[in-house]
């Protein structure tokens, strides 16, 4: 009976340099996720802190985009429009990652 190794995987510490990439991928997406999920509203909250009157106005709340306001343009459409871009850029990093592995494994002579 053949022996069976366990295998660890780590996302915070991984150990081989074919993880490492793959980690390394997913987080830039994850990153720049965090950024449009939470950095734009909070870009938005910042600016309207200033506001005299308390109530939250800034230059992104006034300005109009295709019709909407600003700020409302770029949390509901942005997001989604972003979402959209982040899985094409991970496809593109992805395949990318792919295509380098396929190389390096053709160039060993598929060792």
Known sequence: ????HRVQINFFRPVTPSMKKEVAVARIILA????????IPLLI???GLG???GLGESILTRS???GF????WLVAQGAT???VLLCKLYCVLWDRRITRH????????GR
């Open 1 to 4: 009976m053949a022996v069976r």
């Open 32 to 39: 720049l996720w965090a950024f449009l999920s939470f950095g």
């Open 45 to 47: 909250w910042l600016a």
């Open 51 to 53: 506001d005299p009157t």
């Open 64 to 66: 109009r985009f295709l």
């Open 69 to 72: 306001p600003l700020h409302y």
């Open 81 to 83: 429009i972003g979402y």
């Open 102 to 109: 396929r190389q390096a494994w053709a160039k060993s002579g």
